[in-house]
């Protein structure tokens, strides 16, 4: 019986998928990022959504976060529950030898893989300034939903799938151009092609 399928999936952050789930300010499509999408299409990857986790944490309406505000027991035990149905996916990829890879967005404080934001300013009344809120650094420590899914991963003792960053999130939306996404779709295909 004929098949066609790839056998490679890439597990990815919700918002490349779905505009819709960003924090008011960060969202530079009107529905997906098409231009990831397109390029899984032609390395013929199946797509896995990851779920938001600050959207079902906090809302659609939520306030800009940084990682160390995320970064509580509450907050990694709802991450441990999301990552549950992706490890049973995984699990059943890896076992039938699918190519898995885990796209993740830097500048995330949940979904960054190589980059989230940090500040010891951010806390009490919602009252920062525009350039107070960019004052956040970005450290090189993957988000928390990203860590807990990693260490969930580890834990059920599966390989690690290929992990790659793409940039959406190390600008807002007002200081977002073109030539970002033509960058970060030159880089994502440089890390799919090895």
């Known amino acids: 019986m004929k098949d066609f399928r790839s056998k490679k999936v890439a597990i ?3 918002c490349i998928l779905n505009q819709n789930s960003k924090v008011i300010g960060f969202a530079k499509y009107k529905g997906m990022v098409k231009e990831i999408v397109d390029l899984l299409y032609e390395y013929n990857y199946g797509i896995l959504q990851l779920p938001c986790p600050e959207t079902l944490f906090a809302g659609a309406r ?3 976060q940084v990682r160390d505000q ?3 027991e509450g907050y990694r035990e709802h991450c441990r529950m999301l990552a549950k149905p992706i490890i049973t996916m995984l699990k059943e990829y890896q076992k039938e030898g699918y190519d898995v890879v885990l796209i993740g967005v830097d500048g995330s404080p949940s979904c960054g893989i190589n980059l989230s934001p940090t500040s010891k300013k951010w806390g009490g009344p919602p009252t920062l300034r525009d350039e107070d809120a960019w004052n956040a ?3 090189n420590k993957p988000g928390i939903f990203m860590e807990v899914l990693m260490e969930e991963i580890k834990k059920a ?3 690690e799938p ?3 960053g793409v940039g959406l ?3 807002d939306a007002e ?3 073109n030539e970002e996404i033509t960058n970060i779709i030159a880089e994502l295909k440089e890390k799919l092609s090895k």
Request: net charge positive; hydrophobic share 45%.
């Open 137 to 139: 650094e970005m450290i």
């Open 169 to 171: 999130d190390l600008k």
């Open 175 to 177: 200081h977002w151009n």
């Open 62 to 64: 939520r306030w800009w």
């Open 157 to 159: 003792g599966l390989k």
């Open 70 to 72: 995320y970064d509580t």
């Open 12 to 14: 990815v952050a919700n």
């Open 162 to 164: 290929k992990v790659i």
